[in-house]
């Protein structure tokens, strides 16, 4: 399994872009990089997944280099209600039998 | 459309009781997993499933034992209650080779 490693906390202001980075150099071939955020109280919520260079949807972006070395969450524009913890999940892919571990997350505290 | 429920919600359990955890998915997933998380920390998998009676260990297992009797549903049981227990325990599930987890609400146990 590959592991991964992102900040303990971040601080950032509302209305600012807010990039939080996951290394995982042992990435596997077939691994895809997912990210969850999760509201105290509540149970993780998927946000993105990508397997290389860059995907984007409603919520966020992910920007993932050539070598899957590391990628980066990006969260435009953030607002007090994106204070939450962010986690780096790397994992394989179909027909594998695995399982997925969570490290601790990046506690992200967007401030006024 | 539920989702992931899971029951009860709260629990308080004397040490040396036992009791059992239900979690249930609509979704027709194939994995479903069972985590906890104490405070401060991220979520630590204890067993999962990747289909109808199948189970198997995830990082700290100890104590709990699981069974996966229908495809819909997951039992997580504490035989012996101990006061390490006490923890906020999730649910998730997830199509076969996808990782966008599906996580319930969580159950909050207390074991005095």
């Known amino acids: 399994l590959a592991k991964t490693t992102q900040p303990i906390s971040m601080d950032s202001y509302e209305g600012q872009e807010v990039n939080i980075t996951c290394s995982h150099n042992?990435?596997?071939?077939?691994?895809?990089i997912t990210w969850y955020q999760q509201f105290p109280s509540q149970g993780p919520r998927f946000i993105i997944q990508?397997?290389?260079t860059k995907v984007t949807n409603e919520v966020a972006s992910l920007f993932i280099p050539a070598d899957r070395k590391s990628s980066t969450l990006s969260l435009p524009r953030v607002s007090l209600s994106d204070t939450a913890v962010y986690y780096c999940l790397v994992g394989p892919s179909m027909n594998r039998d695995d399982k997925i571990i969570f490290g601790k997350g990046t506690r992200l505290h967007i401030l006024p | 459309n539920a989702g992931v429920t899971q029951t009860p919600k709260f629990r308080v359990l004397k040490t040396g009781q036992s009791m059992t955890l239900l979690c249930a998915q609509d979704?027709?997933?194939?994995?479903m997993y069972w985590y906890r998380q104490d405070p401060g920390m991220g979520l630590r998998l204890i067993h999962y499933s990747v289909g109808e009676g199948t189970t198997a260990k995830g990082e700290v297992p100890d104590g709990y034992n699981v069974s996966r009797l229908k495809k819909q549903n997951f039992l997580l049981g504490l035989e012996s209650a101990a006061p390490s227990q006490t923890s906020v325990y999730f649910c998730?599930?997830?199509?076969?080779?996808?990782?966008?987890?599906?996580f319930g609400s969580g159950t909050r146990l207390t074991v005095v």
């Open positions: 990508g397997y290389k």
């Open positions: 979704m027709n997933h194939e994995y």
């Open positions: 042992n990435i596997a071939t077939n691994d895809y």
């Open positions: 998730a599930s997830s199509a076969q080779g996808n990782y966008g987890y599906t």
